[in-house]
Nanobody, 121 residues
Framework: VQLQASGGGLVQAGGSLRLSCARS????????MGWFRQAPGKEREFVAA????????YYADSVKGRFTISRDNAKNTVYLQMNSLKPEDAAVYFC???????????????WGQGTQVTVSS
């Protein structure tokens, strides 16, 4: 499984971005997907996760109500819609694939390369 994250960029506080994560390779594998982020000098942290069917989603408390994770299995793509962005949301965002949708980084087997999100105040 290969993952390619895209959609990052520079946005003003209060603005929106939509990240995409395209999955290739063993696309018939029913992976749960997650988004994590890592700011400079900080540990990588959980942002959101979604099950294969999309019926189960999880969010970090810090993004709940502002971010929405979704997926289009026909396109092998997972999205992270980010609204009302804050300077503290700035980080490199990584998508990951695993067997189940969890908040735990080590539960994910495959990782994308990351996409930079910068939020100006």
């Amino acid at each position: 499984v290969q993952l390619q994250a895209s959609g990052g960029g520079l946005v003003q506080a209060g603005g929106s971005l939509r990240l995409s994560c395209a999955r290739s390779g063993r696309t018939f594998t029913r992976n749960a997907m997650g988004w994590f982020r890592q700011a400079p000098g900080k540990e990588r942290e959980f942002v959101a996760a979604i099950s294969w069917s999309g019926a189960t989603v999880y969010y970090a408390d810090s993004v709940k109500g502002r971010f929405t994770i979704s997926r289009d299995n026909a396109k092998n793509t997972v999205y992270l819609q980010m609204n009302s962005l804050k300077p503290e949301d700035a980080a490199v965002y990584f998508c990951a694939a695993g067997a189940t949708s969890t908040r735990i980084m080590n539960d994910y087997d495959y990782w994308g390369q990351g996409t930079q999100v910068t939020v100006s105040s």
